[in-house]
């Protein structure tokens, strides 16, 4: 005996199945074409570095200004102004005002602040060799006051001052002014 749904009532629909499911809608999205991309920055995209213009200027002017200098140079004797400056001879003697007012940008730094004596000079030669590597003219090099060292002489300052003289890429050197290290520190133009 087959059962009749109560009066009114249709027969309950059958479930249907996953390949109908698919068809269907396959069926219903035919026409569907995909969204344009909007013509729009993507905030997730990250910004571009700052280009660094008035630095790139400097470094033009030091290198146009040590290429007309090259031309003058005579010499390899060293010509020693004084414990604060160093200057190679022939060259004109206002690098050495320049280079205490900052008229170039400092490129790269080096502080030495707790090294010994050997330590130093070999951290400062292989830094005068990467600034040379990276195509850097103006650096400064943190070699401390000696308020700390026996008698309070600065050991450092000494040593790191006759290396730069002995070094070849190294045009001229003065004792900056106090805010940017003062005694304690030098500043260094190096050849192209």
Do not use: Y
């Amino acid at each position: 005996m087959t059962r009749r749904p109560p009066s009114g009532r249709s027969p309950a629909p059958a479930a249907p199945s996953e390949a109908d499911d698919a068809s269907l809608f396959r069926a219903e999205m035919r026409d569907v074409a995909p969204v344009a991309a909007p013509n729009r920055a993507a905030p997730w995209r990250v910004a571009p570095p700052p280009l660094p213009l008035k630095r790139r200027e400097d470094e033009r002017a030091v290198l146009n200004e040590l290429a007309h200098l090259a031309l003058e140079r005579e010499g390899d004797a060293v010509e020693l102004e004084d414990d604060w400056a160093f200057l190679r001879p022939g060259l004109p003697r206002d690098i050495l005002r320049k280079l205490r007012r900052t008229h170039w940008v400092i490129q790269d730094d080096l502080d030495l602040h707790g090294l010994g004596a050997q330590e130093a000079k070999e951290a400062t030669a292989a830094f005068l060799a990467d600034c040379r590597r990276r195509g850097l003219r103006c650096v400064r090099i943190v070699h401390g006051k000696g308020l700390r060292s026996v008698g309070r002489e600065p050991v450092l300052k000494r040593h790191i001052r006759k290396l730069l003289t002995r070094k070849s890429e190294v045009l001229a050197f003065v004792e900056p002014r106090s805010i940017e290290g003062g005694s304690g520190a030098v500043v260094v133009l190096l050849d192209a």
